[in-house]
Antibody, heavy 122, light 107 residues
Framework: QVQLQESGPGLVKPSETLSLTCAVS?????????WGWIRQPPGKGLEWLGT???????DYNPSLKSRVTISVDTSRSQFSLKLRSVTAADTAVYFC???????????????WGQGTLVTVSS | DIQMTQSPSSLSASVGDRVTIPCRAS??????LNWYQQKPGKAPKILIY???SLQSGVPSRFSGSGSGTDFTLTISSLQPEDFATYYC?????????FGQGTNLEIK
């Protein structure tokens, strides 16, 4: 059974960097699949942040401009999110998830972490 | 970027009702459309992928249809556990956007 678990600080100060890690169990990241981050501001909808392949290749949401970095550590079977220069607008529940490709362009998120609330406040 | 629109943002229905939830893309996305169900405090759960393929383990009362820009999620006979928020997501091109969600409430 594949399980994902987010971890990281629940409170980050404005202008600082938000750092989260997603630990994957029940599956070896180095075996393949893409892995992603999604966030959800309180009471609002979902926003796709970006994805990383086990090789390290990435795809990011341009709305985050150059503030986001997603990386993978296959030796620890985990992947990470860094979001720089945060503001109150970055307050959200952050989810990590696995992408399941069913054809060359189509995928869906099949396994999700439980989500972790990160509040940006001084 | 492709914008996904879900309207209405909320819907009221009763147990046993047949419900349809629409989703529209700002440009053609073929059939690269997923539907997720989210309950309060929980992560989303995949229901339908590729516009009409039922994910393993999802009850057959859920179905999806559409292609191009207009899509629909149908629940044939609402059960108490189906009251939740439903999101569509396009995976045709990055950034892989979600709709704003439709909250299905008990009438």
């Amino acid at each position: 059974q594949v399980q994902l678990q987010e971890s990281g600080p629940g409170l980050v100060k404005p202008s600082e960097t938000l750092s989260l890690t997603c630990a994957v169990s029940g599956y070896s990241i180095s075996s393949g699949y893409y892995w992603g981050w999604i966030r959800q501001p309180p009471g609002k909808g979902l926003e796709w942040l970006g994805t990383v392949y086990h090789s390290g290749s990435t795809d990011y949401n341009p709305s985050l401009k150059s503030r986001v970095t997603i990386s993978v550590d296959t030796s620890r079977s985990q992947f990470s999110l860094k979001l720089r220069s945060v503001t109150a607008a970055d307050t959200a529940v952050y989810f990590c998830a696995r992408l399941h490709y069913y054809d060359s362009s189509g995928y869906f998120f099949d396994y999700w972490g439980q989500g972790t609330l990160v509040t940006v406040s001084s | 970027d492709i914008q996904m629109t879900q309207s209405p943002s909320s819907l009221s229905a009763s147990v046993g009702d047949r419900v349809t939830i629409p989703c529209r893309a700002s440009q053609s996305i073929g059939n690269y459309l997923n539907w997720y169900q989210q309950k309060p405090g929980k992560a989303p759960k995949i229901l339908i992928y590729g516009a009409s393929s039922l994910q393993s383990g999802v009850p057959s009362r859920f179905s999806g249809s559409g292609s191009g820009t207009d899509f629909t999620l149908t629940i044939s006979s609402l059960q108490p556990e189906d009251f939740a928020t439903y999101y569509c997501q396009q995976t045709y091109s990055s950034p892989y956007s979600f709709g704003q969600g439709t909250n299905l409430e008990i009438k």
